[in-house]
């Protein structure tokens, strides 16, 4: 009976082990197709488009420099391209402080026809007249030669009223980037005038 008992108990643990090894090859298989989907789909996402030879620095600015042009509001266009004559961004005019405004219809925007700003960093707004005084800023929008913020329009926080003049002012920036009228100073001139219609 004993032998029995032991041929059972070897014949458990063999089919135990068998069992074992069949687990462990199919965790194998599995893990080997997991393996080859991923591997699959890492190449396809990654293979998209056209390989290029790289280009040297050297040739890529001398390029630049050939294919660039700036036009009179100083925005740059690219010439020699299936884009030539597209403006690609603007740029700020910093100089001696020229601003052109048109009158223009009563609203919550004001449009700037062309600027060059007396600094590089700061404030553009549109103040009203009161009795010929200079009254309340309607609204102010920040110009940037290092960050590229060229605006082409001021929004205003109350709309213009027809046959109302307002000014054009400027005012420098404290480097918080935040406009107080304790830190941002304006510039002591009148940049353009317009009346709303």
Same mark, same amino acid.
Do not use: C
């Given at each position: 009976?004993?032998?029995?008992?032991?041929?059972?108990?070897?014949?458990?643990?063999?089919?135990?082990?068998?069992?074992?090894?069949?687990?462990?090859?199919?965790?194998?298989?599995?893990?080997?197709?997991?393996?080859?989907?991923?591997?699959?789909?890492?190449?396809?996402?990654?293979?998209?488009?056209? &390989? =290029?030879? $790289? !280009? +040297? %620095?050297?040739?890529?600015?001398?390029?630049?420099?050939? /294919?660039?042009?700036?036009?009179?509001?100083?925005?740059?266009?690219?010439?020699?391209?299936?884009?030539?004559?597209?403006?690609?961004?603007?740029?700020?005019?910093?100089?001696?402080?020229?601003?052109?405004?048109?009158?223009?219809?009563?609203?919550?925007?004001?449009?700037?026809?062309? &600027? =060059?700003? $007396? !600094? +590089? %960093?700061?404030?553009?707004?549109?103040?009203?007249?009161? /009795?010929?005084?200079?009254?309340?800023?309607?609204?102010?929008?920040?110009?940037?030669?290092?960050?590229?913020?060229?605006?082409?329009?001021?929004?205003?926080?109350?709309?213009?009223?027809?046959?109302?003049?307002?000014?054009?002012?400027?005012?420098?920036?404290?480097?918080?980037?935040?406009?107080?009228?304790?830190?941002?100073?304006?510039?002591?001139?009148?940049?353009?005038?317009?009346?709303?219609?």
């Amino acid at each position: 009976m004993r032998d029995i008992l032991t041929a059972l108990v070897n014949s458990a643990n063999h089919f135990r082990m068998a069992a074992e090894e069949q687990q462990d090859g199919q965790k194998t298989l599995v893990a080997f197709i997991v393996g080859l989907l991923i591997g699959g789909m890492l190449v396809w996402a990654f293979s998209g488009g056209e &390989a =290029t030879a $790289p !280009v +040297s %620095e050297e040739a890529t600015e001398e390029s630049s420099v050939e /294919n660039t042009k700036a036009d009179s509001e100083g925005e740059e266009v690219v010439a020699g391209s299936d884009n030539a004559g597209v403006i690609s961004a603007p740029v700020l005019q910093v100089g001696e402080g020229n601003v052109v405004v048109a009158d223009q219809a009563a609203a919550l925007t004001v449009g700037l026809e062309s &600027a =060059t700003y $007396p !600094v +590089s %960093e700061g404030w553009i707004g549109v103040r009203e007249y009161n /009795n010929d005084q200079l009254g309340y800023i309607l609204g102010v929008v920040r110009f940037s030669e290092s960050q590229g913020l060229v605006p082409n329009e001021i929004i205003l926080q109350r709309a213009t009223t027809a046959g109302n003049r307002y000014a054009i002012v400027v005012y420098t920036e404290n480097g918080d980037f935040d406009f107080n009228l304790a830190n941002d100073v304006q510039i002591d001139q009148i940049f353009d005038t317009f009346v709303a219609q």
